[in-house]
């Protein structure tokens, strides 16, 4: 079981681009969370995905978007980017049930903005 | 979300047991608390949860205050690939919760 794995590991991007982040979860997990983590702080959730569709938001702007696919595998857009949009960006997969589960999360995509 | 207090950092001895603190006091009747440490340049990992007994794996043991406002996690043996950011997470019931992450305790391990 290759776990969850996010690409690329590391990205640099100019001020105004925009970057996609693509994550794969566990086998056998349906739903894929986003945080964003800063150097020495704590990561913060972005939003997370199930069945398709955005199913809960954390405090981040309209330029930070995502998608999932049928085979439930994620992307995280940031349009626009700034230069504090430069951060650890970590995708971590569930499986969506009526008790809460462990999370399991990927290495992370360091995008750095300059 | 539960609010949640705990130490910048704490030392061990390797071979040693740790004991990494949690206040929780304005957590809800019905949060579990998990326990997610981050090692060095990696994703966090999930340690443990529990609701209000003591709880144990292979990796920790859980120990929460009759009140549920406190928890401790305990390393029975700390090894120098525990060195790591913990981070206790009050977690609502409820399908696939959003985890608030705080600062986390960084814990370094003495050889």
């Known amino acids: 079981d290759a776990g969850v794995t996010q690409s690329p590991t590391h990205l640099i991007k100019t001020r105004g681009q925009q970057v996609t982040l693509r994550c794969s979860p566990k086998?056998?997990?349906?739903?894929v969370s986003w945080y964003q983590q800063a150097l020495g702080q704590g990561p913060q959730f972005i939003f997370q995905?199930?069945?398709?569709?955005?199913?809960q938001r954390g405090n981040f702007p309209d330029r930070f978007s995502g998608h999932q696919f049928p085979n439930y595998s994620s992307e995280l857009n940031v349009n626009a980017l700034l230069l504090g949009d430069s951060a650890l960006y970590l995708c971590?997969?569930?499986?969506?049930?009526?008790?809460?589960?462990?999370?399991?999360f990927g290495q992370g995509t360091r995008l750095t903005v300059v | 979300d539960a609010k949640t207090t705990q130490p910048n950092s704490m030392e061990s001895n390797e071979e040693e047991p740790v004991h990494l603190p949690c206040n929780h006091s304005?957590?809800?009747?019905?949060?579990?608390i998990h326990w997610y440490r981050q090692l060095p340049s990696q994703g966090p990992e999930y340690v443990i949860h529990?609701?209000?007994s003591n709880v144990n794996n292979r990796m920790a043991s859980l120990a929460i205050a009759e009140d549920r406002k406190s928890s401790t996690l305990i390393l029975h043996r700390a090894t120098l690939r525990d060195a790591a950011v913990y981070y206790c997470?009050?977690?609502?019931?409820?399908?696939?919760?959003?985890?608030?992450f705080g600062k986390g305790i960084t814990l370094s391990v003495r050889p």
């Open positions: 971590a997969s569930s499986r969506y049930s009526g008790v809460n589960t462990e999370a399991f």
């Open positions: 086998s056998g997990h349906d739903t």
């Open positions: 995905y199930y069945e398709e569709e955005e199913r």
């Open positions: 304005t957590i809800s009747g019905t949060d579990y």
């Open positions: 529990g609701l209000t």
């Open positions: 997470i009050p977690l609502p019931t409820g399908a696939n919760s959003k985890l608030t």
